[in-house]
């Protein structure tokens, strides 16, 4: 009975034994757990720094295609108004007056018949550089100028404007404005005083009943203030950074000064700049040409305007993954209104 016992105690002592083994953790298991714990957390921490990487990635290229589409909206505006005031257009190709503006001293230079010098103007890095050189800006290309007219205010017989108009505020702060009717355009001399309107100090000729360019007829008579807007590429002077070099907007201020420069697209070194001109005869068929003096000597053409009908630009981008990513060029086709002259025949 002793014997049998003994053996009892012999086992539970066993079982208590092995209970006793298999509580918490070997070392081995606890290496184990923690080297997958590691393991697990590398994988959470790669994936959320890749995952903010390509969000930070994703949200720059936004941004600049946003700019680059802001950017082309702006142009392809101005070139639809270009050289247009009121019912005067500089690309229309129908006998009218305009005595022309040369200012290239200030970057401002417009001239009937003259391509160079149109509503749509490349003007020479060289004539204009001293102009846009200012608060620490650095031109590094030809701008692109584009002009016409803005607020345009019906001329009363007695040649007189509403003082509250914008144009009379834009005159009294030193602006240029236009004094313009279909045939006829004034700009150099125009001035306003009180709502009155003046060319070279004298009254301008009006009429009610003739429309042509010797006069200004009277019904279709308008002032409006000259707008002028230059795209050029540039940076900011003296500081060696990708960044700062791009597309800038400016606009001519009343006092003749272009201001700005606005940053409008950002890692842009480089603007090519294509124009194409548009002719026709007696039939509807127009023709195009990127050179306005072939459209121009051409026998069979009888209409050729100044101004393009066309204007593309290629900006040439940085390469940069975090902004644009693997495009190196970009696009903008602008219709030009006032260089189509063979529309509706």
């Known amino acids: 009975m002793l014997l049998r016992h003994k053996r009892v105690n012999k086992s539970i002592a066993a079982c208590k034994l092995g209970f006793n083994s298999n509580k918490g953790f070997t070392l081995i298991e606890f290496l184990v757990a923690s080297s997958l714990g590691i393991i697990v957390l590398l994988a959470i921490g790669t994936t959320y720094t890749i995952t903010n990487t390509m969000k930070r990635t994703s949200e720059n290229r936004l941004a600049a295609q ?3 589409r802001a950017a082309a909206e702006m142009i392809i505006r101005d070139a639809r ?4 005031f009121g019912c005067f257009n500089l690309g229309n ?3 009218k007056s305009f005595p022309g503006i040369n200012d290239s001293a200030k970057g401002l230079q417009l001239q009937l018949g003259d391509e160079k010098f149109s509503g749509v103007s490349v003007f020479n890095i060289n004539n204009v550089r001293s102009a846009f050189n200012q608060n620490s800006f650095e031109l590094l290309g030809d701008p692109l100028v584009f002009s016409y007219g803005i607020n345009p205010e019906p001329v009363s017989g007695s040649a007189t404007v509403s003082t509250s108009s914008n144009v009379a505020a834009w005159a009294a702060a030193g602006g240029r404005v236009a004094l313009a009717s279909c045939f006829k355009m004034e700009i150099d001399g125009v001035t306003v005083s009180n709502g009155d309107v003046r060319v070279n100090g004298a009254l301008p000729r009006q009429d009610t009943l003739t429309n042509d360019d010797l006069i200004f007829y009277t019904p279709q008579t308008t002032l ?3 707008h002028v807007n230059a795209y050029a590429i540039g ?30 697209v950002a890692n842009i070194h480089g603007m090519d700049i294509t124009t194409t001109y548009a002719g026709c005869g007696t039939n509807t068929e127009a023709t195009f040409s990127d050179s306005y003096i072939n459209l121009k000597n051409n026998p069979a053409i009888g209409r050729v305007s100044s101004m393009p009908a066309i204007l593309e630009l290629r900006l ?3 390469n940069n993954d975090q902004t644009h990513g693997r495009f190196n060029e970009y696009l903008i086709r602008a219709n030009v209104r006032g260089g189509n002259v063979c529309a509706g025949l």
């Open 66 to 68: 946003q700019d680059l």
């Open 235 to 264: 940076r900011v002077a003296g500081v060696d950074d990708t960044g700062s070099m791009g597309l800038y907007r400016f606009t001519l201020a009343p006092n003749g000064e272009w201001q700005g420069p606005q940053l409008l």
């Open 93 to 95: 190709l129908e006998q």
């Open 316 to 318: 040439q981008l940085s």
């Open 224 to 226: 409006s203030q000259l």
């Open 81 to 84: 108004m270009a050289g247009s």
